[in-house]
């Protein structure tokens, strides 16, 4: 064979070695693999389980390189998961091999820096999770713990991102799930809501928002015997576990067992609005409980009618007296759905924004940032009317305050204030301008937040009582930083007094803490502790509503670790350590970060350090 020839056949077959090789490649690509990190890890490959790997691990590293973004130093995750070895770079080394042959991806995990770059053939049930679409609600281990049954003592920075990391996922599947309880509620599939709201349930036994929706998707069904027994369940949870009775929001739940008969004539549909008016002045005059009383009966008297404009109305006037009155939240998010699914069939985009944002603040009140952005955001693509961009405005700003985003929170306050201003309507007005001068109270401009709060203030004197309290607290604590102490705690003991008369939890909390800073402020430390530990009970009060509202909690629970620190620096430690466990797997970072300059005990601050470097 001339030399030319051969050439030619070697080329060519160097070129059908190349195809083979690449197509052998693209069939390796394609082969499917699911790793599961909820419940007992696995992974598999076209269906089959791998053969799992020897120790735990393993398991650890590839959970924490799934769930964090980026390039991990070899050292940073030495010292993670491998500080306690005789050889911390050499047990990484081995447990990259293992992880490499457990993915059956030879060429993966290598480099100076590591990260799981993985081929878009694979799924990871804890992304699908994160991404929040109704693929998640199909993924095996949905509701279960991640990393299930493993545990990490020899690695105790590892171990307490794990624990954070899992109460983050809950929340993340709770928040999933009640959404998906929510919306098959208001399009009255009860057995598929029923489904959902019992692995709520199921997640966390103890929210008794979970169990009051429950019971009310039995009662909704018809099913009221099996709401009575959820009922039951619950209360025998709660005595076991807590010593406690059901709270408000369970009882509330149970009364739609047995709704009360409410005579409507349907050539009559101004009695429906004349009830909403009297239960939303009775609301704002401080009656709150008498005034939801009322704005339910509106509901029923609405339904009755089949009016379906009416059924929508008074639908927002009870969800919007409930989100303020920090009431009920299973009977908060359920109405809301229902006025939202009602708006949409009747292509009314203002209601449906209206809805949306008060939607957002039941998700805020509850520490779920992520649903409250997705529905403040889509409230404001819905509608340019400005009442209903104030509210989804404000709690945008909120959320950024509560997580250290403090540039967009500004800007969306003095947006929020300035809608609310243009609709013209004092409630929005008072209600924007309280969020507004929490926002710059929490950022630390004083002028700013006297500005918003004082507006607040003069707005809602006279008429609006139930509004009143909030700012008047948030003045009282300027007045504290400025030295006018006697302004100060006349403000927070007509705060409270009002407060009293609503019986708004979070009000009483942030009244009683704004007496003993000022109590504080004197030198007065015992008489501080007093009033800060009844703020922090009345905080915690919003659980039986089914919110355990945070962010009050976290500002008492701050509260009582500065003010300790000097005369008890141990009960302050503790009291800064309670606080760290509450808003670490929250996302609430402005209050992590005030956390972490606490004088926490030196070895759980050596943990939260390293969790913070990862």
Known sequence: M????????????????????????????????????????????????????????VWGLLAYLASTSGGHPRSQLAELLFGGAEDPLGALRWNLAQLRRLLDMPDALKGANISLDLPANVAIDTQILEA???????????????????????????????????????????????EETLTRLSRSEYEAAIGYATQLVSIDPLDEGYHALLIRAHALAGDHSAARRQYDHCREILNREVGSEPGAAVIAA???????????????????????????????????????????????????????????????????????????????????????????????????????????????????????????????????????????????????????????????????FAAAEASTDPIRIVYAASHAGRVFLMHGDMPGAREFAEEAVAVASGTLLTLLPWPLTILAEIEIASRELDVATRRARQAAALAATTHIAYQRALACRAMGLAEAARGNTGSAVDYLTQALAYGQQTTGEGYTFHWPVAFVLDSLSTVTAESDPETSQRWAAALQDHVTSLGMHTFTTSAQRKPVPASLGRLYAKIGSH
Request: charged content about 25%; hydrophobic content about 45%; overall charge negative.
């Open 2 to 57: 001339l030399l030319r020839d051969r050439l030619v056949a070697t080329f060519l077959y160097v070129r059908v070695t190349e195809r083979v090789i690449e197509k052998c490649e693209t069939l390796l690509l394609m082969r499917q693999r699911e790793i599961r990190l909820l419940g007992q890890p696995a992974v598999l490959i076209e269906g089959s389980l791998t053969a799992p790997p020897r120790g735990s691990k």
């Open 132 to 178: 929040g679409d109704a693929v998640a609600l199909e993924v095996p281990g949905l509701g279960q713990e991640l990393l299930a049954g493993l545990s990490f003592p020899d690695s105790p920075a590892f171990d307490l991102w794990l624990l954070t990391e899992r109460r983050r996922l809950a929340r993340r599947t709770a928040s999933l799930l009640g």
């Open 254 to 416: 149970m009364s739609a067992v047995s709704p009360r008969s409410i005579e409507f004539r349907a050539d009559q549909p101004e009695n429906v609005d004349a009830r909403v008016d009297v239960a939303w002045r009775t609301f704002h005059g401080g009656a709150v409980d008498h005034g939801i009383d009322l704005g339910r009966s509106a509901v029923a008297m609405a339904d009755s009618g089949r009016d379906q404009s009416a059924q929508l109305w008074t639908r927002l006037f009870l969800g919007a007296m409930l989100g303020m009155a920090v009431r009920g939240w299973d009977e908060c998010a359920a109405v809301l759905n229902e006025a939202l699914h009602m708006a949409g069939g009747l292509g009314w985009p203002v209601e449906a924004a209206t809805a949306l944002g008060i939607l957002a603040g039941n998700d805020m009140m509850r520490a779920d940032y992520e649903s409250a952005t997705r529905h403040a955001h889509a409230g404001l693509a819905r509608s340019d009317d400005p009442g209903a961009r104030s509210a989804n405005l404000m709690f945008l700003a909120a959320v950024g305050a509560d997580t250290a985003s403090f540039d967009e929170a500004i800007e969306h306050a003095r947006a929020a």
